[in-house]
């Protein structure tokens, strides 16, 4: 129903009109009268009617002085002037001030009634028009949320070039542009078996945490947060001078208001500060490094890099250049690197007489990197073995009864995932050259296209990708994409597209210059030349 406030200095005028009108029938509820504008407003204040009967000539506050006020204070009921023949003047007044519509007095039912039916459409449409417009701008803002989710992981993964993340950044409202950078990741554990699903939480883990990073953080850091793929948090902090004293100090505090809300306990790994856009993705690493001793140091706490990182020092079997050893002879699928590999690893270790943390150390890295190899072939892991967590993956190593098992999980693991991984490597870098080619088919117009697009586009690691397109056909992706590019030129001139600018653009060049070059290399001679060619056939 449409509520409805009747404003007439009038008694009889007012009791007439409550009994003339069938209310109901019209979906319209009477919720109040007023003697004057300055009772009527303060009924709209606290009634807030949809349409307001008013009469021009009354006393204290006249009609249109209570219209001007009430629109001043922001209400959007729409008004009927009540005049008679001599106050026509003023009723052309109150329709500049926005009134729907007057009623000339003595007040005819029919008329009335139909003022008041036209009223109703306007608010119904008014409402539709609104119920659409608050549609839209809730779609507009989850599609910014997942663009802005999109854009901040592919900076930590490194798969956006820094040349147009400050302007991605920018256009997404994101004010964290700084010279140094430094990463946090939050994770969540339940206390006991009565808690409820981890991964039921994980979906609220998002709303929860930005809300008490707004609550800590300090205003000498800019601070952007966002959910990575595995449900982690990920705050990204910005320093103008390199100054992250403070964070291990603001993220605990973050840590202890949320785990006082809940039944669970909340970890948060923390990355070193770095200089640059480009060093994200590192110091990210770094928080998802610290964030794995908490199987070795326990849960519920802040991990800096820089302390497990002095630890590892003194005891680590697996070191980076260990790690790039491993990933790169399982890229190349060189098996005799792989076996030297695992014998100079498990000597060290004897060597070292590594204790049971050492190794859950080691077994947790070695595994990550088999997930990293797994994740840049686009293999599904449930085609190898079961999947496990790491908190799964941490109480099988604890449960292993001696170093000879442990060695023989880890040369089984990785033996079975070179099997799998490079027996369908033929028939699967084939696809992903057909994927790729299929893309840029599709793309070369755009000049704003690059290896990264690709990338994402095919859904693949962008380093791994131009490994693999550059041994599957002996050119990088780059060159492929401007010998497209120089067909479909060629096509297009002699198709009778003469004007080279035009050619340049359609083929995604915007300098024509630049352009003339690669086109000269391709072809032997410059676009002039060879139109001029074309013409002279």
Request: charged fraction near 25%.
């Amino acid at each position: 129903m449409y509520k409805v406030l009747i404003v007439d200095d009038e008694y009889y005028f007012r009791q007439a009109i409550k009994v003339s009108l069938p209310w109901e029938e019209l979906d319209l509820q009477l919720i109040g009268e007023a003697k004057n504008g300055e009772d009527a407003l303060e009924l709209t204040r606290m009634l807030h009617p949809d349409i307001i009967m008013v009469d021009i000539n009354m006393p204290i506050m006249d009609g249109l002085a209570f219209i001007k006020e009430a629109k001043a204070e922001g209400f959007h009921s729409k008004f009927i002037v009540l005049t008679g023949h001599s106050e026509f003047a003023y009723a052309k007044h109150a329709l500049q001030l926005g009134v729907s519509n007057y009623v000339l007095k003595p007040i005819d039912e029919e008329e009335i009634r139909s003022s008041l039916c036209e009223i109703k459409n306007v608010i119904n449409k008014e409402r539709e028009a609104k119920v659409e417009l608050d549609d839209l701008k809730k779609q507009a803002a989850e599609k910014a949320s997942l663009l802005r989710n999109q854009i901040l992981n592919d900076w930590l993964l490194g798969n956006i070039g820094s040349e147009h993340l400050e302007q991605h950044l920018q256009s997404l409202g994101m004010d964290i542009v700084s010279p140094y950078y430094m990463t946090a990741v939050i994770d969540i554990e339940a206390i006991d078996e009565h808690a409820r699903s981890i991964s039921q939480m994980k979906t609220t883990i998002g709303s929860r945490c930005a809300k008490f990073v707004q609550q800590a953080v300090n205003k000498s850091f800019k601070c952007e947060g966002f959910l990575n793929g595995k449900g982690q948090f990920v705050l990204i902090f910005g320093s103008d001078d390199n100054d992250f004293g403070q964070v291990g100090e603001l993220c605990d505090s973050i840590r202890s208001m949320m785990a006082a809300t809940n039944e669970y306990t909340y970890t948060i790994g923390l990355g070193n500060g770095y200089l640059g856009y480009e060093a994200v993705p590192g110091s990210y690493k770094e928080a998802l490094y610290a964030l794995k001793h908490r199987f070795i140091l326990g849960g519920n706490r802040v991990i800096p890099y820089s302390k497990v990182a002095q630890t590892a020092m003194k005891v680590s079997l697996y070191s980076v250049d260990k790690r790039s050893r491993l990933l790169m002879s399982m890229r190349t699928g060189n098996t005799r690197e792989v076996e030297e590999w695992l014998i100079d690893f498990f000597n060290n270790a004897r060597l070292k007489k590594a204790s049971i943390e050492m190794l859950l150390v080691a077994g947790l890295e070695i595994f990550s990197t088999c997930m990293e190899f797994l994740e840049e072939t686009s293999q599904d892991i449930n085609e190898i073995f079961e999947s496990q967590t790491e908190s799964d993956l941490f109480q099988f190593i604890e449960q292993l009864n001696s170093f000879n098992e442990f060695e023989e999980w880890i040369r089984s693991l990785i033996r079975k995932l070179m099997s799998h991984v490079h027996a369908n490597k033929s028939s699967r870098s084939a696809m992903i050259v057909e994927e790729v080619k299929t893309f840029i088919e599709s793309n070369y117009a755009n000049e704003e296209m690059r290896i990264e697009d690709i990338a994402r586009g095919v859904h693949m690691n962008y380093n791994y990708l131009c490994y693999v397109f550059k041994k599957e056909t002996s050119c990088t992706i780059n060159d492929y994409l401007t010998q497209i590019r120089m067909q479909r030129a060629k096509e297009l001139f002699d198709q009778g597209f003469l004007v080279v600018q035009e050619v340049a653009s359609r083929v995604g060049y915007s300098d024509a210059n630049y352009f003339g070059k690669c086109f000269k290399k391709y072809a032997g001679i410059s676009p002039s030349k060879y139109i001029s060619h074309i013409g002279n056939l």
